[in-house]
């Protein structure tokens, strides 16, 4: 393992050569960093990237770019095939700026694929499991198992009407894995799960499966995120391509997921408490 930065070119350039593929998986993201930071967002993303595809390109070294169902935005007609449109609200708003900056990264995958690059981009649908933190970006599954297992209120922003597909990290995984096949190159692909699940009928459910007394909560999302803040209603995959080309089929149920990412996080409590 090297410590680095995808930002860092002459890092890049001296591992890049000893590469025979590359899973492009650093990004700047988070709601919170998006409204709070979003030049760190833009130039995190687009930066590391152009380097990571530059230096590739010298080599004809394969990439998996792990981008995300963000790029969607707004667009109400479900499930997302991976050539519907994208719609944003206005670029004066920062919550659109890390679904603009990894757009413009699969731009990138794509130009690259055209000069000869074998490329493949994945759009992962909210990845959770074992070791995913909520500190760093804010995850609503790490957010809720934390607050659940404190018996601290588990805090649902907004109504908790919206829905999401919840994609166990294995299941992430094999899609991702699975993107390194030639008959992948030049091509985007949906990495999810299509079984969604309201955000407040998610917090009963942690609650109930880690046997926690927590509070459910309801926080207006001007009070997290500042006003004019948007969220989107509703996000599905269209597997299809995924299905015939990759192979892809998520195994993994929400209620099994969740219940070994709970034992995960109950186990580092307990060596917390021992010292370890």
């Not at 692909?189 to 407040?200: D, M, V």
């Amino acid at each position: 393992m090297v410590r680095g930065s995808v930002t860092d070119k002459a890092l890049l350039r001296q591992l890049m050569a000893g590469c025979d593929a590359v899973f492009h998986l650093a990004a700047v993201l988070g709601v919170k960093n998006t409204v709070e930071n979003p030049l760190k967002v833009i130039e995190g993303n687009i930066d590391g990237t152009r380097n990571v595809l530059e230096l590739a390109y010298e080599h004809k070294t394969k990439v998996v770019f792990a981008s995300t169902s963000e790029v969607y935005g707004k667009n109400d007609k479900l499930p997302f095939r991976e050539d519907s449109d994208r719609v944003l609200g206005a670029p004066s708003v920062h919550r659109w700026c890390y679904a603009t900056a990894k757009a413009i990264d699969e731009h990138m995958c794509f130009a690259y694929s055209d000069k000869g690059l074998p490329v493949t981009v994945v759009r992962y649908f909210n990845a959770y499991g074992p070791r995913q933190t909520s500190s760093q970006y804010g995850g609503v599954v790490p957010r809720f198992i934390m607050a659940a297992l404190a018996n601290e209120p588990i805090r649902v922003y907004g109504s908790g009407s919206h829905t999401r597909c919840f994609t166990y990290v294995s299941d992430t995984v094999a899609g991702t894995v699975a993107a390194m096949d030639a008959a992948a190159n030049g091509l985007a692909f949906n990495i999810g799960s299509e079984r969604p699940i309201a955000i407040l009928e998610l917090a009963h459910k942690i609650r109930e499966l880690a046997g926690s007394s927590s509070p459910v909560e309801f926080v207006p999302y001007e009070k997290a995120y500042g006003t004019g803040y948007e969220d989107m209603p509703a996000r599905i995959p269209d597997l299809s391509r995924s299905r015939r080309i990759l192979g892809y089929d998520p195994s993994v149920s929400l209620d099994e997921g969740l219940r070994l990412t709970i034992a995960w996080y109950r186990e580092q409590q307990t060596k917390a408490g021992n010292g370890q």
